[in-house]
């Protein structure tokens, strides 16, 4: 921060594009992280990364305080207690912390941040120049706690325009849109389940994975054979030891499932094509009167319990803080309660609960963990049906700001009713995901080593690695795009503009996202190549990739042994899956990737750290299940 400082000073918040005015004042930047030429100022997302551990562990005290909060002589989570010794507060938004789903937690984290730049300047006066009505109702509300006058210099236009279907289905009343939810959702599922055989005699092993009927292998629409990228070799290995498996897939609707009847005819084939080694079913096909009769009761059960509480809004302030955060989160707490996320937490914790009563005594159980809502429906359901060891299993990687893998740390000690819902083991697919499990306070006990399923492929490709293979003196640039438009042609726009400060030689070669095209010819001044080439072949050919904050690709080019170059967004957390790993570098303007490029092109190699466990042979995920003997065992150790 710069020192020219007046004693007390009026501070702009700026919440637009662009540079802010010139003025007596000192500039907080609230969505990007440039700070401006020659500007007294700070970036407020800047600042969230610089003090991450201090701003996440804050947040997360503030949920895990919220549910402790006592409202008519109980805690919410006990008020909520929608089963014995299971609490529905566990399903609610507000507790899944998912950022897709709850948008404004990046407004809280930046409104603590900002709040600690307040206490620490004592302002007397705070500018707000932007249109974020919420935003300016919060910074308002504190600021006359405090004593500092509060201006909203309001932006005469929103940033972004809604639908007129959608901001009608928005003035709807949350009842009416719950109920909406449940007719859509029998509807499109009754199809499936009114002719539907009961399948439950097909369940006998003693063994039930749960997954999403997505990433399935392309050669399962070839042969019907069940063929999943989740579990790659795994499956190789059930089939070979002649291991017999239950499987319960959630239906995701997608590109190739488009619909519920397409997901069951490829149930069908799979139990068919299963040598008698699997059993194959959908939560879906559990679906009848019964079960939607009682998703109805449980659902009026959670409206009724929120009338209750409706003081609840009075407690939405973190520790230690003068910001009202229930503006932000009203919406999440409605909609939890009262909205179609009530009633689909309802329909599946009773689609879940009848699936798993009526199996035969399952030994183990292992799910993909992501720590949703459906999951804690599905650990209670596990243990009330009286099965055995669950086991959860994050798939993919694990991201310091995708709050839905870490929670407050007492909510890990499990001493009274209606706690947090969790396996009796995490399986994690390398040191990274381990690391960040352990720095989450997460019990050490519980975690177990396994092998990345989903990146085998990445074996025998990391280490220390020299420039690109090619003999060429240039820099050859991988550009992956995104999956978002805004972000790619974000992308594109700096690339372009970096290249002019880069040598003429120096070579780019474009992958569009599948789902997001890009055009040559929107950018004219930019020789570069596209290309629809597997990702690990092109990794092969070059020094750099450059990647979005999110994209798993990132990934793979670093554990390929390619430095990896990624944007920062000011409007949203920093999902990187490498952030925290040194030789990553992170850029927010053209100017500094161009610098990243050129540092690039004048080093000589890369150090890649242990990222992932990588064997074929898959010997931690044998042990897990107990598929191997002692000798093995002690192999495996030692």
């Avoid at 109920?179 to 055989?197: A, D, E, P």
């Avoid at 009203?330 to 798993?356: H, R």
Wanted: proline share 5%; net charge neutral; charged share 20%.
């Amino acid at each position: 921060m710069k020192n020219q400082l007046f004693d007390r000073p009026t501070l702009l918040v700026w919440d637009k594009e662009g540079q802010p005015p010139q003025g007596d004042w000192f500039i907080i930047f609230w969505r990007c992280f440039y700070e401006g030429d020659g500007l007294n100022g700070i970036s407020l997302p800047k600042l969230v990364e610089e003090q991450a551990e201090n701003l996440r562990s804050r947040y997360l005290e503030w949920i895990y305080k919220l549910g402790e909060t006592r409202i008519k002589g109980k805690r919410v989570i006990d008020n909520l207690e929608l089963r014995p010794g299971f609490s529905y507060w566990w399903m609610t938004l507000l507790a899944e912390k998912d950022d897709t789903k709850s948008p404004r937690i990046y407004d809280a984290v930046r409104l603590l941040a900002l709040e600690e730049l307040i206490i620490k300047l004592q302002p007397l006066k705070i500018i707000l120049a932007g249109s974020n009505k919420t935003v300016a109702k919060i910074i308002g509300f504190c600021c006359r706690k405090t004593g500092i006058d509060f201006e909203w210099n309001q932006s005469q236009k929103p940033d972004k325009q809604i639908s007129p279907i959608l901001y009608l289905y928005d003035s709807l009343p949350y009842p009416i849109k719950a109920v909406s939810l449940l007719m859509r959702y029998i509807w499109k599922k009754w199809s499936i389940t009114k002719n539907l055989k009961d399948v439950d005699n097909l369940i006998t092993p003693e063994i039930t994975f749960v997954d999403y009927l997505i990433h399935l292998n392309i050669s399962t629409f070839e042969t019907g054979r069940f063929a999943s990228n989740f579990w790659t070799n795994l499956l190789e290995i059930f089939n070979q030891d002649q291991i017999r498996v239950n499987w319960l897939h959630l239906f995701v609707q997608h590109d190739l499932v488009r619909t519920p009847k397409h997901a069951m005819d490829l149930i069908a084939q799979f139990n068919q094509s299963g040598d008698g080694l699997e059993s194959h079913a959908l939560l879906d096909c559990e679906l009848n009167l019964s079960s939607a009769l009682a998703t109805l009761s449980d659902y009026l059960k959670i409206s009724w319990l929120s009338w209750r509480l409706d003081k609840i809004g009075h407690y939405f302030s973190p520790a230690d803080s003068n910001l009202d955060f229930w503006p932000l989160f009203k919406q999440d707490w409605f909609d939890s309660m009262q909205g179609p996320t009530a009633m689909w937490n309802c329909l599946v914790l009773n689609l879940i609960e009848k699936k798993l009563k009526h199996i035969p005594h399952q030994k183990l159980g292992v799910y993909l963990q992501e720590n949703q809502g459906w999951e804690m429906a599905f650990i209670y359901a596990w243990r009330s049906a009286g099965h055995g060891r669950l086991i959860g299993v994050p798939h993919s990687t694990i991201r310091y700001w995708d709050l839905r893998y870490f929670s407050d740390p007492r909510n890990y000690i499990h001493v009274r009713r209606n706690g947090l819902p969790l396996p009796d083991h995490v399986a994690l697919n390398g040191p990274m995901a381990m690391n960040a499990y352990r720095k989450g306070k997460y019990s050490i006990d519980q975690l177990v080593e396994v092998e990345a399923l989903r990146y085998l492929y990445l074996k025998n490709k990391g280490g220390t690695r020299t420039k690109s293979e090619n003999s060429s003196s240039s820099l050859i640039v991988l550009v992956c795009g995104d999956y978002l438009p805004v972000v790619s042609r974000q992308m594109m726009l700096w690339l372009v503009s970096a290249a002019n400060e880069m040598p003429t030689n120096t070579r780019y070669l474009l992958r569009p996202h599948p789902s997001c095209a890009i055009l040559a010819r929107d950018y004219p001044s930019l020789k570069m190549q596209l290309t629809s080439a597997p990702l690990s072949e092109l990794l092969t050919e070059c020094d750099v990739a450059f990647t979005s904050n999110i994209t798993s690709a990132a990934v793979d080019a670093y554990c390929a042994g390619v430095q990896v170059v990624q944007v920062l967004d000011g409007n949203a957390f920093n999902m990187s899956p490498l952030r925290g790993l040194k030789g990553v570098k992170y850029v927010t303007n053209p100017s500094e990737l161009a610098e990243a490029f050129l540092d690039i092109q004048k080093s000589n190699n890369v150090i890649v750290e242990p990222y992932f466990y990588l064997d074929y042979e898959l010997p931690r995920w044998r042990k897990l299940l107990g598929l191997i003997d002692n000798e093995e065992e002690k192999a495996i150790e030692n």
